[in-house]
């Protein structure tokens, strides 16, 4: 795992870019391939209520190095992306939903002794170095599988226009773990309880608990 904070970045800025050609519109997620041998989205282990609210996330995804496993949301794709944990994408909506909503997860192990305020700091630096307008709209405490985090929601202007990003920083067993959930402005507050949905999914496997 070499995923140092300087490769986050761009890596967003490549979904942004690409996202609308990622996948054809109207399946759930397939199984996962590609350069992350064992990674899969499969099945969660029991069925969510059908009629419960708040978004519906139908797949868990399962990344072997890291043991994260993260739900899926209803009719989004799930892949495994080389420096990262692993993105989803929304499902197109038409010809014209050229900005694909996307979510990407990112593992940090090369960062030195890592402390949830250090790496929060550090990647705010990051992203307005290539971001120079960002701005963070709002923040806070949160708590997911028993590891304090922070959340971020921030605004910049992307190659698609005016975005903004929810974001989940947890720090565990010295690896700083990030989802980055994007939307264009105009779709962001129907898209962010997706993005805290699958946030709070967030484990780990038996074998990689502390």
Request: hydrophobic share 40%.
């Amino acid at each position: 795992m070499r995923r140092s904070v300087c490769l986050l970045w761009p890596l967003a800025a490549l979904l942004l870019l690409l996202a609308a050609g990622c996948a054809a519109p109207g399946t759930e997620a397939p199984p996962a391939a590609g350069n992350r041998a064992g990674a899969g989205v499969a099945e969660p282990p029991g069925e969510g209520d059908a009629g419960g609210q708040g978004p519906q996330l139908t797949l868990t995804y399962t990344d072997p190095e890291t043991g994260l496993t993260l739900g899926v949301p209803e009719g989004w794709f799930a892949y495994p992306v080389e420096d990262a944990v692993v993105a989803m994408i929304s499902p197109a909506k038409g010809e014209e939903d050229f900005f694909r909503e996307n979510l990407l997860v990112t593992a940090d192990d090369q960062f030195p002794d890592p402390t949830l305020e250090t790496y929060v700091e550090a990647l705010e630096d990051e992203v307005r170095r290539r971001y120079p307008d960002t701005e963070t709209l709002e923040s806070g405490d949160i708590t997911v599988a028993g590891i304090e985090g922070r959340w971020l929601v921030d605004r910049f202007t992307g190659p698609k226009g005016e975005a903004r990003v929810y974001r989940v920083v947890l720090v565990r067993d010295g690896v700083a773990y990030v989802l980055h959930g994007t939307a264009p402005v105009w779709t962001f507050d129907a898209y962010r309880p997706v993005f805290e949905a699958v946030a709070q999914s967030a484990a780990w496997t038996a074998e990689t608990s502390p």
